[in-house]
């Protein structure tokens, strides 16, 4: 789910908004990081919508990636199908 309260590509900056605000949207980034970390730590499978809302895009951007590629710090590869659901598993890189 994308965040449009954040500052876009229009020209905005996260410099133009308040300390307050960029600390909060870093603690958000601290926690979804280590989200990823325990999803790929425990070996989780994760569906497309759950990886998508973990990345803040829409689902159809997670799909329409391909099999394998890199989200920051990890190997996203699509592992198998259950019904109509796609399975993800995380791989952290370094």
């Known amino acids: 789910m994308e965040n449009t309260d954040l500052p876009s590509s229009s020209g905005e900056s996260t410099e133009d908004l308040p300390r ?19 999803i790929a730590e ?25 099999d394998n590629w890199v989200w920051r710090n990890w190997v996203v590869s699509r592992v198998r199908r259950e019904g109509n659901q796609i399975l993800w598993q995380l791989e952290r890189v370094d």
Not at 26 to 35: D, E, F, G
Not at 47 to 57: I, K, N, R
Request: glycine letters at 4%; proline letters at 0%; zero cysteines.
């Open 20 to 38: 307050e605000v960029r600390v909060a949207e870093l603690r958000n980034v601290i926690t979804t990081l280590q989200m990823a970390d325990q």
């Open 42 to 66: 425990s070996g989780y499978l994760i569906t497309s919508s759950e990886l998508a809302d973990l990345m803040d895009v829409n689902a159809s951007a997670v799909t329409s990636r391909g």
